[in-house]
């Protein structure tokens, strides 16, 4: 017998040898059961507590988790419930066979097949729990501002960690039964090697829209500037790239990784609100006070603009052929900043003419000496 083997049965006989021992202690009664009478009723009765563990959590654990204000009880019931019931069957079907005499041919075998089932039942479990921890991290997202690229990372990332767990469950059931899993595992890691190095730019731009999907950075229908100073509207977030639509209709693609290194101005966070500033000059000679005074009535005067910042004229320089103002006041929404900003400019520049504030334009003087 092979070492691996020797020390494998060595375990199983004192697993059930100190099994037995306690079964003794407590049901004496057990010494005259036949073996396999024993480990079938033990059967029996681990599939019996499995099924009432099921339904004790289904009827009795589950209406009282509804009652509570929280879902993330209510998510985590529903994915471990069954997995739970298993793996009690699993546990008991152990035990059950561990203080059991089988012929040297099959005992092998079955021990091979029942560590193989309880290795799926716990995979099925960290399967369901990656369910319920994606499902409770959306949950949570839903009380904040979700970002539509966190909606197409998820998924897949989810099916990453639930690979992970069955590719690694498969590895350990091959070694229940004594199969070397070294050299998958070696050709596992060379193989990944090969393709990361096939795949680098595509792989940076992968992770990259992870990064900008937990950071939140954008959403869908956020107005954005790029690092190359694009302004325009976010189309479409994917995996790989963001789509940015700008405003004179064109439809720019750039990489997730290109962005995950740029500086990226949202106008959309941490608020939506946005300050509009509108810049004009008037003529030297007229009142500073005077300008300020008719262009703020103005500013308070128009709707749909915010009062709180108020509204405010600020007299900012002495320029070479004008005194330059600039008119400042905040919209709630900064996709109402470009109209309200038309509307300020005209309004402000009917007003100037109407009270004969001269607007100031580029001047020349020439002197002609005769």
């Known amino acids: 017998m092979p070492e691996g083997e020797l020390v494998a049965e060595t375990t199983r006989e004192a697993v059930g040898q100190h099994i037995l021992e306690l079964l003794l ?73 561990a203080p059991t005499v089988f012929p040297s ?111 939140q950075a954008y959403m869908k229908g956020d107005k954005v500037r790029l690092g190359d100073g694009t302004v325009g509207v976010v189309h479409d977030i994917s995996l790989r790239s963001t789509r940015v639509r700008t405003y004179d209709g064109d439809l720019i693609m750039v990489p997730n990784g290109k962005i995950a290194n740029e500086n990226i101005y949202t106008f959309a966070q941490p608020l939506p609100k946005s300050r509009v500033t509108v810049n004009f000059g008037v003529e030297y000679g007229n009142k500073v006070e005077k300008v300020q005074e008719v262009v703020l009535a103005v500013l308070n005067g128009m709707e749909g603009i915010e009062k709180d910042p108020e509204p405010a004229v600020h007299f900012n320089d002495m320029g070479a052929y004008a005194l330059e103002f600039s008119a400042r006041f905040w919209v709630e929404n900064y996709e109402t900043a470009f109209t309200k900003k038309r509307e300020a400019t005209t309004l402000i520049y009917n007003t100037l003419n109407k009270h004969k504030l001269g607007i100031a334009f580029p001047t020349q003087t020439l002197h002609l000496k005769k």
Do not use: C
């Open 105 to 215: 041919v099959i005992a092998p075998i079955i021990e091979a097949l029942l560590i193989g089932f309880n290795i799926f039942v716990i995979a099925y479990l960290l399967n369901n729990l990656t369910n319920a921890g994606i499902k409770i991290w959306s949950l949570k997202r839903k009380t904040k501002r979700r970002s539509s690229m966190a909606e197409n990372v998820l998924p897949i990332f989810s099916k990453i960690i639930k690979a992970l767990i069955w590719s690694i469950s498969f590895l350990l059931f091959l070694a229940s039964f004594g199969v070397q899993i070294g050299p998958f595992i070696t050709g596992l890691g060379l193989a990944g090697i090969v393709l990361g190095l096939a795949l680098q730019d595509s792989l940076k731009n992968i992770f990259g829209g992870i990064s900008l999907a937990f950071d």
């Open 25 to 97: 202690i407590y049901l004496p009664w057990i010494s005259q059961v036949n073996p396999w009478v024993f480990f079938v009723a033990t059967l029996v009765v681990a599939y019996i507590l499995s099924e009432a563990l099921a339904w004790f959590l289904r009827v009795i654990v589950e209406p009282f988790t509804k009652k509570t204000k929280t879902q993330v009880d209510d998510i985590l019931l529903k994915e471990i419930q069954h997995p739970i019931a298993w793996i009690i069957f699993s546990v008991l079907a152990y035990v059950a066979f």
